[in-house]
């Protein structure tokens, strides 16, 4: 039902429930009673807050999707979750590479806005799309306003697990642009040596960088990281996250950005 006149909708369902109590029997009923009434009317209604679940996955075209066609993977959970829900079939993203397109999709603004953009190994000033390097001394800027730091003052509870790739330095890090807590690789999985490489021995940076590290929260717990556990561990981490969450009673946001399929490992 439509609100009117700016009548908050207590008052407005207070209204209703008094014609009503007169209209049906006869006479009003108890005030006290009505006002309770218009209390747990209003308390039923009022907008339930969302959990957020945002998925990102490094270089998997949507033609890599059951739902979309893709003749030779099968993805039957995406593809349920397609056919409960809506599909998209025209999307826009503000760059085609790491470090500018996870900027754009956590701030909501053009890379080149926040300073995302350079050459490819960390330089702002050749004006090419940039991927943050290993040794990146810089990141995404603290004083932009991420959807994690925006979703946090309404009372969210928030995660990333997986690839962040927006600063490795621990200021730059998730746990200080709005999320709670972090689990993840800093960059990208061809970014040093790691366990469950099968392509290492072709990646240049594995000569240049330390060995890939698994960050919790803002330490680091594993170190080279084992590619061949990572996709699953992530999974857990994220459904572990959503239940404490749920347990809480609190909503949640949820960014899981999957280091694969990004070099065939």
């Known amino acids: 039902m439509e609100r009117r006149g ?13 014609l009503s109590g007169v209209a049906v029997c006869g006479s009003a009923a108890n005030e006290q009673e009505i006002r309770t009434l218009a209390s747990d009317a209003a308390d039923a209604a009022a907008p339930v807050k969302p959990n957020f679940v945002l998925f990102y996955v490094d270089d998997m075209g949507y033609g890599d999707l059951g739902c979309f066609g893709a003749p030779t993977t099968r993805t039957p959970n995406i593809d349920r979750m397609a056919s409960q829900g809506a ?11 790491c470090t500018p397109s996870r900027a754009a999709l956590m701030t909501g603004r053009l890379p080149v806005r926040s300073g995302m953009c350079g050459n490819a190994y960390g330089s ?11 040794d990146a001394k810089y990141g995404l800027p603290l004083n ?14 928030t995660m990333m697990v997986g690839k962040w790739h927006l600063g490795q330095q621990v200021k730059y890090q998730p746990t200080r642009q709005g999320f709670d807590h972090y689990f993840g690789l800093p960059y990208s999985v061809d970014m040093g040596f790691a366990y469950g490489n099968d392509t290492q021995e072709k990646d240049a940076l594995t000569k240049t960088c330390h060995p890939v590290p698994i960050v919790q929260d803002e330490k680091i717990v594993e170190q ?23 347990e809480a009673g609190k909503p949640f946001f949820l960014y899981l950005a999957f280091s694969h399929v990004h070099v065939p490992q």
Not at 124 to 134: E, H, N, R, T
Not at 144 to 157: F, H, K, M
Not at 225 to 243: G, M, W
């Open 6 to 18: 700016g009548l908050g909708l207590a008052a407005w369902l207070y209204t209703i429930i008094s």
């Open 87 to 97: 599909r998209l079939t025209q999307f826009y993203t503000a760059h085609s590479i």
């Open 124 to 134: 702002k000033d050749s004006g090419q799309p940039m991927v943050l390097a290993c």
């Open 144 to 157: 932009e306003t991420t959807i994690a730091e925006s979703l946090r003052t309404l009372g969210y509870s």
């Open 224 to 246: 080279p990281a084992n590619y061949s556990t990572l996709t699953q561990r992530y999974a857990e981490q994220a459904v572990q996250y959503i239940n404490l969450a749920a």
